[in-house]
């Protein structure tokens, strides 16, 4: 079966730190990009982070940059979302999408991905 499956998320003190996963399963994720998406409740879609391949360059969105971090295992099977520094507003669910081609801005809202996860809850609260 072809997927993706996010794991990590949770609910966090603000300040704290999460790591989330992406997970594929039935095609090989290291022949593709992958950008972690959030949606928080009554808003739409965001990007926040995004992979290359094979090179593996990295870029944010402005509201994550510096405190979130995404990266690729040695085998590229998995991508992770390492989140510090944590805010209520990081509050969402939060999405991995991967691509093996070039469909656009990974930012951009016509950007096109192959395969979604089924998203992971993210809480920041005191």
């Known amino acids: 079966q072809v997927q993706l499956v996010e794991s990590g998320g949770g609910l966090v003190q603000p300040g704290g730190s999460l790591r989330l996963s992406c997970v594929a399963s039935?095609?090989?994720?290291?022949?593709?990009?992958v950008v972690w998406f959030r949606q928080a409740p009554g808003k739409g879609r965001e990007a926040v982070a995004y992979?290359?391949?094979?090179?593996?360059?990295?870029e944010y969105a402005d509201i994550v940059k510096g405190r979130f971090t995404i990266s690729r295992d040695n085998a590229k099977i998995t991508v992770w979302l390492q989140m510090d520094n944590l805010k209520p507003e990081d509050t969402a669910v939060y999405y991995c999408?991967?691509?093996?081609?070039?469909?656009?801005?990974?930012?951009?809202?016509?950007?096109?991905?192959?395969?979604w996860g089924q998203g992971i809850q993210v809480t920041v609260s005191s």
């Open positions: 999408a991967a691509r093996q081609y070039y469909t656009g801005p990974w930012d951009s809202p016509g950007a096109r991905y192959d395969y």
């Open positions: 992979i290359t391949r094979p090179d593996n360059s990295r």
């Open positions: 039935g095609f090989r994720l290291r022949d593709y990009e």
